[in-house]
């Protein structure tokens, strides 16, 4: 079980179990999380409740919550250093997300990118959830009173929104919450679609082309580099107007921790045939290895539930004090202990 000191700061994150989780998810969080959970007190969550804001199989969130869990601790994230639980265990966030709503214009809600681009996508199902979706994600994070929020670049503008939201209530109501701050790294902050590289790679892509999942078998990662979109010019270069090349730059550098000039520099003269396959075989070399971890947790069960449970625990030891605290502050009568 993770113990908490002081003198650290919190770091609460999470990803939703809306499908298999990609390289996206792992470059742009999961290797951060795992890189900061010994020098931060670290709260990861499955945020299921998010998941259903798009319609999902019953069965299927259910299965792949707990997977999610498999997923994050055979990216090396470890749960004797962190809390790790699933948020529907927690009803602080929900609690919290209600009186929060109360302190979020509709107008700032109306602005969010993701917001449109998911109503675009789903236009048959443009439900309340999906609106207000990032004052639930303000909850989760203003729960703990996160100083840290490490996410990709497309969370961005929603942790933008956290921080305006904490500072009006702190202004309304004397300080409570911690305003937090975003964590994104700057390489793998976007990895974008392998079928469309102007488009954020999606767990939930309809085309599974588009995406890597970190359970691919290593045959199908190959395939799909190389297969993905790229340009005619076969010089493999950083540049923004190849959207396609440089993504695969920015993967290969990630799976390799090498810089793009040394990536340029080891292909130059070389077609792109060569260079997807040397991106396929990196991403493959990291992903078995995690995989290895995962099948290995995925069938412990029992393991699962005991770190699912135990983490609800702590979270919901630290949620209750912050909904105490923020209850009595917007003028709640306080629920009476009549013996
Ligand atoms: N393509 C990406 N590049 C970098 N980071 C990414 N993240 C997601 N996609 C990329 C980061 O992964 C974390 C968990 O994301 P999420 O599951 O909460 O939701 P999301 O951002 O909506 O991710 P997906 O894969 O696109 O999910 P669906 O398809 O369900 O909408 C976040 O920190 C996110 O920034």
Same mark, same amino acid.
């Given at each position: 079980m993770a113990e &908490?000191?002081?003198?650290?700061?919190?770091?609460? %994150?999470?990803?939703?179990?809306?499908?298999n989780l990609t390289i996206g998810n792992y470059l742009g969080a999961l290797k951060n999380w795992q890189l900061l959970q010994d020098d931060y007190n670290c709260i990861y969550c499955v945020v299921d409740m998010h998941a259903i804001t798009v319609r999902q199989t019953p069965a299927e969130l259910?299965?792949?919550?707990?997977?999610?869990? /498999?997923?994050?601790m055979a990216c090396g994230i470890d749960p004797a250093k962190v809390v790790f639980f699933i948020q529907s265990h927690v009803p602080g966030h929900t609690q919290l997300s209600w009186v929060l709503? =109360?302190?979020?214009?509709?107008?700032?809600?109306?602005? !969010?990118?993701? &917001?449109?681009?998911?109503?675009?996508?789903?236009?048959?199902?443009?439900?309340?959830? $999906?609106?207000?979706?990032?004052? $639930? !994600? /303000?909850?989760?994070?203003?729960?703990?009173? /996160?100083?840290?929020v490490p996410v990709g670049s497309?969370?961005?503008?929603?942790?933008?929104?956290?921080?305006?939201?904490?500072?009006? &209530?702190?202004? /309304?109501?004397s300080p409570t919450f911690t305003v937090p701050e975003g964590y994104i790294s700057k390489s793998s902050a976007r990895i974008m679609s392998l079928s469309d590289p102007e488009r954020k790679m999606s767990k939930s892509d309809p085309n599974p082309q588009s995406f890597v999942?970190?359970?691919d078998p290593k045959d199908e990662i190959i395939k799909k580099f190389k297969r993905a979109v790229t340009d005619s010019e076969s010089i493999v270069r950083l540049d923004p107007n190849r959207p396609g090349i440089s993504n695969l730059i920015n993967i290969y550098c990630a799976f390799t921790s090498k810089t793009p000039e040394e990536c340029e520099k080891e292909f130059e003269g070389r077609g792109y045939g060569d260079f997807k396959l040397a991106v396929g075989e990196? =991403?493959?070399?990291?992903?078995?290895?995690?995989?290895?971890?995962?099948?290995?947790?995925? %069938?412990?069960?029992?393991?699962?539930?005991?770190? $699912?449970?135990?983490?609800? @625990?702590?979270?919901?030891?630290? @949620?209750?004090?912050?909904? %105490?605290k923020v209850y009595r502050k917007v003028g709640f009568y306080a629920k009476p202990e009549v013996k």
């Open positions: &908490f000191t002081k003198d650290r700061k919190t770091i609460f %994150s999470g990803a939703q179990p809306s499908g259910r299965k792949r919550s707990l997977e999610t869990l /498999a997923v994050y709503s =109360c302190s979020t214009m509709f107008g700032e809600l109306s602005r !969010m990118t993701q &917001f449109k681009d998911k109503s675009a996508k789903h236009a048959d199902n443009i439900n309340a959830g $999906l609106f207000t979706y990032p004052v $639930l !994600m /303000a909850a989760d994070i203003l729960l703990y009173n /996160a100083d840290l497309d969370q961005k503008q929603h942790i933008e929104l956290a921080r305006d939201i904490a500072q009006r &209530f702190n202004q /309304a109501y999942s970190i359970l990196a =991403c493959a070399d990291t992903l078995t290895k995690i995989q290895d971890k995962y099948n290995t947790y995925i %069938s412990d069960k029992a393991q699962l539930d005991k770190i $699912l449970s135990e983490g609800a @625990a702590q979270a919901n030891y630290i @949620a209750n004090k912050t909904i %105490s």
